[in-house]
């Protein structure tokens, strides 16, 4: 499985960035693809995940209501909309796939990451 993770950059707070996650190399009819971020100095997080066949979607607590999550199924891509964003939002965002949930331990592979910056 190979995961390629783009749309990084830098923003000004209350902006918007659309973050892409096109994948390749198997079917993923019964996992889950998700996003996690991580910061300097913290520890990797749950941002968001989307049931590849179902459409189901969790979201952390952090980025309800500002972020979405969604899937292209002919192109095997995921995409993250990210609206609303604030500095707190900076990290290095990876995706991902794997059975599901909000664990790091419950996914199997992992994207390269890119970079997403919000500053004035």
């Known amino acids: 499985v190979q995961l390629q993770a783009s749309g990084g950059g830098l923003v000004r707070p209350g902006g918007s960035l659309r973050l892409s996650c096109a994948a390749a190399?198997?079917?993923?009819?019964?996992?889950?693809m998700g996003w996690f971020r991580q910061a300097p100095g913290k520890e990797r997080e749950f941002v968001a995940s989307?049931?590849?066949?179902?459409?189901?979607?969790s979201y952390a607590a952090s980025v309800l209501d500002r972020f979405s999550i969604s899937r292209d199924i002919p192109n095997n891509t995921v995409y993250l909309q990210m609206n609303s964003l604030k500095p707190e939002d900076t990290a290095v965002y990876y995706c991902?796939?794997?059975?599901?949930?909000?664990?790091?331990?419950?996914?199997?592979?992992w994207g390269q990451g890119t970079q997403v910056t919000v500053s004035s």
């Open positions: 190399g198997r079917t993923f009819s019964d996992s889950d």
């Open positions: 991902a796939v794997g059975s599901g949930g909000t664990t790091v331990d419950a996914y199997e592979y």
């Open positions: 989307i049931r590849w066949n179902s459409g189901r979607r």
